[in-house]
């Protein structure tokens, strides 16, 4: 099956600093990618859905210029959690759309941002 | 929006059946993904249904009523591993490729 491979696994960083989480298909072109948030013991919120070459759409209530996204090519989508403060540690997942199949979007294997 | 309700969690013993629930309400209904998710791990697709009905792949089944906005997960002869998190997911007919989760339905499988 299809492959997306998230990275890193874990950052800690220091508040006010900013990190970048990279998104990669591994095996299939993907136009578009889509950024989750996750806290503990609750489900995965959509936060925005990155388009190759072009901006991204963010839902309600994220702040576009706090999450950066950058969909550059056809198999990497970046996050970029500026001016990281300690409410901003969560799991993030990526996944990505592979055409339309009934197996819908793969994950990656998430990361662990904690903010310190 | 829509709302998706699922049990929080759920006991069971090892070699039983549980049943996950799922409600939703939604327009534009365009197909219902159950995904598993391990603590600290990325969910992994179980079952996707679009029409009514059982769909089965070996200990998991998935079943859909489209009119009553509902849906079920079930597993047979838990084994152990199986001890997860349930993520009942709903796609939009104007957003393939998103999809909203429900909260999940923790699953705890004892000896």
């Known amino acids: 099956g299809a492959v997306v491979s998230q990275h890193p696994s874990r950052v800690i960083c220091k508040s006010g600093t900013s990190v970048k989480i990279e998104c990669r298909s591994l095996d299939f072109q993907a136009t578009t990618m889509f950024w989750y948030r996750q806290f503990p013991k609750k489900s995965l919120m959509l936060m925005a859905t990155s388009n190759e070459g072009s901006k991204a759409t963010y839902e309600q209530g994220v702040e576009k210029d706090k999450f950066l996204i950058n969909h550059a090519s056809l198999t990497l989508s970046t996050l970029t959690v500026t001016s990281a403060h300690p409410e901003d540690s969560s799991f993030y997942i990526c996944?990505?759309?592979?055409?339309?199949?009934?197996?819908?979007?793969?994950f990656g294997q998430g990361t662990r941002l904690t903010v310190v | 929006g829509q709302n998706i309700d699922q049990p929080t969690e759920m006991t069971a013993t090892e070699g039983a059946i549980v049943q996950i629930n799922c409600t939703y309400q939604t327009s534009g209904f365009n197909g219902l993904f159950w995904y598993q998710q391990h603590a600290g791990e990325a969910p992994t697709f179980l079952s996707y249904n679009v029409l009514d009905g059982l769909e089965e792949k070996g200990r998991f089944s998935s079943f859909l009523s489209r009119s009553k906005g509902y849906s079920y997960l079930l597993l047979k002869e838990l084994q152990m591993k199986d001890s997860a998190s349930y993520l009942c997911?709903?796609?939009?007919?104007?957003?393939?490729?998103?999809?909203?989760f429900g909260a999940g339905t923790q699953v705890v499988v004892t000896p």
């Open positions: 996944s990505a759309r592979a055409e339309q199949t009934n197996t819908e979007a793969f």
């Open positions: 997911a709903v796609r939009k007919t104007d957003s393939w490729g998103k999809l909203q």
